[in-house]
């Protein structure tokens, strides 16, 4: 590939993505970066720790969780926080207590005041997924009233939104896979001066791109999600060559020739010979996945006699499967020369086509404001295989005179192809709905048509391999975002 098509390419993919980042980015411009409590020590008494709340509700959340009396916790909530007191709706956790109270029954505040001259009440809030938590607020019959603002788990805003989006510029190479040999300069000493990996592949940018719609969570808490996943825009091209300056007059000797003996005059006696390597790769796959929640924070008393909420790091993990597509191109373009003049030209095509299901898995640790983990899937796939091979060479016949002689072929074959591929990675969280990601990845694929394993220089064209395994690595840098 020209440097050119290269940068051309790489800018695009890198404007596609910026643009992007920039909506999403701007999705929330009124949330600060939430920071959870950390776990202290506490040697001696302390006042209460403010206790941090969703952004877009920080100035609703009270200062300090109160404790409820008895040497209880405050009771836990649907989004793993803390509510500061009860409501007759809600008898999780008090039964076992032993509260008085049955269900349906008023219950009068923990905290009384005058309706004349009430302390601070929160409106109705919604969560940031748009399922409610709270919006009521009760008055018992004696005219008091109690605040039920929630106190949210400071891991509930993680990938909190409806929908989220990866995209990754990747930089890859093709790793080197069987070598054949093509051409030989010297016939006594056999130095191999032309194979099909003499060359070897540069690494090229390309995109990953992910959009994902949240679905909503199960009675265990866990994420589900639908998410359409595309791997590509890999193009790699490999040119290598090799000269003989010598004269031909000396090379019926078998001296300073190219490819001498060879069964197809073409590629004989040449004085250059080269080739040009193409391949380009493209992916595309459909996922349902499941994953977990960050833990709970964690809940620790005081000397003082206040709950202090603390955050939790712990591990997420995944499921996910689905269907998946991929397009494997080669074109191995081998060409040979006397003088100026072109005498051989050899041009070998293979495609495949593969479609079949994939499973996938997720691992990653969260801290405060950072992951680091690693993912994988495994595809099995029926691969459509079809290769072209077309020759032209100049050809002498029995009358002395100089011709053209062409041949063509062209053969399918349906084969399983396996795909392993994995990933391990990094990520910042720099908003509480966008972090930068960096990772490095390996693909490896088996069961598929390398046009550079598909070509020979025999009288009649090679059997088609459809064996060829193909090894794909390399860096990749990204932003993923919710909204």
């Known amino acids: 590939m020209s440097r050119n098509s290269k940068a051309s390419r790489t800018a695009w993919i890198a404007a596609f993505s910026f643009a992007v980042t920039g909506t999403l980015y701007g999705q929330r411009p009124s949330e600060p970066r939430i920071n959870p409590i950390q776990t202290v020590q506490f040697d001696e008494p302390l006042p209460g720790l403010d206790v941090p709340s969703p952004a877009d509700e920080e100035a609703l959340a009270p200062a300090v969780v109160p404790n409820r009396g008895s040497g209880l916790p405050p009771e836990l909530g649907m989004d793993g926080g803390s509510i500061v007191t009860p409501t007759p709706m809600d008898t999780d956790g008090y039964a076992e207590s032993g509260l008085p109270y049955d269900e349906g029954q008023t ?145 019926f000797l078998g001296v300073s020739n190219l490819n001498f003996g060879s069964a197809i005059p073409g590629f004989v006696l040449n004085t250059r010979q080269e080739y040009v390597y193409d391949s380009d790769i493209n992916s595309v796959s459909l996922n349902y996945r499941i994953r977990t929640r960050p833990s709970r924070d964690s809940l620790a008393l005081q000397p ?14 995944s499921l996910s499967g689905g269907l998946r597509t991929m397009q494997l191109n080669e074109t191995f373009l081998y060409s040979a020369y006397r003088g100026i003049s072109e005498t051989g030209r050899y041009a070998v095509n293979t495609e495949n086509d593969m479609y079949g299901v994939q499973v996938g898995g997720e691992l990653y640790e969260k801290g405060n404001d950072f ?81 550079s394993e598909n070509i020979g220089l025999d009288e009649s064209f090679p059997v088609m391999t459809t064996t060829g395994v193909a090894v794909y690595h390399g860096a990749s840098t990204g932003i993923v975002a919710t909204w």
Not at 208 to 226: C, E, M, Q, S, V
Not at 304 to 317: C, D, E, K
Request: some cysteine; aromatic content about 10%.
């Open 107 to 251: 219950f009068e505040s923990p905290i009384p005041h005058s309706v004349d001259q009430p302390y601070e009440v929160a409106p109705p809030i919604h969560h940031d997924m748009g399922s409610e938590i709270w919006d009521d607020q009760s008055i018992a019959v004696d005219g008091a009233c109690w605040d039920q603002t929630p106190v949210y788990n400071s891991g509930s805003w993680h990938r909190s939104g409806r929908w989220y989006a990866e995209q990754e510029l990747i930089v890859w190479t093709k790793a080197d896979q069987k070598s054949q040999i093509l051409a030989t300069r010297d016939v006594n000493v056999p130095a191999l001066d032309l194979t099909t990996t003499t060359e070897s592949f540069d690494f090229e940018p390309g995109a990953r791109l992910t959009i994902g719609h949240n679905l909503g969570r199960d009675a265990a808490g866990r994420d589900h999600a639908w998410e359409a996943n595309f791997l590509g825009l890999l193009d790699w091209q490999a040119r290598a060559k090799v000269t003989n300056e010598a004269s031909l007059a000396s090379t």
């Open 371 to 451: 992951q680091f983990g690693v993912r994988g899937n495994l595809a099995a796939m029926m691969n459509f295989a079809n290769r072209r091979s077309n020759l032209s060479f100049d050809d002498t016949d029995l009358a002395g005179e100089d011709f053209v002689n062409r041949r063509s072929e062209k053969l399918s074959e349906e084969h399983l192809a396996a795909m392993v591929e994995g990933t391990l990675f990094a990520a910042y969280e720099i908003r509480p709905n966008v972090s930068l990601r960096l990772s490095y990845d390996i693909l490896f694929l088996t069961g598929v048509a390398i046009a």
């Open 304 to 317: 003082n006699g206040v709950w202090v909420r603390h955050a939790t790091s712990g591990q997420i993990r």
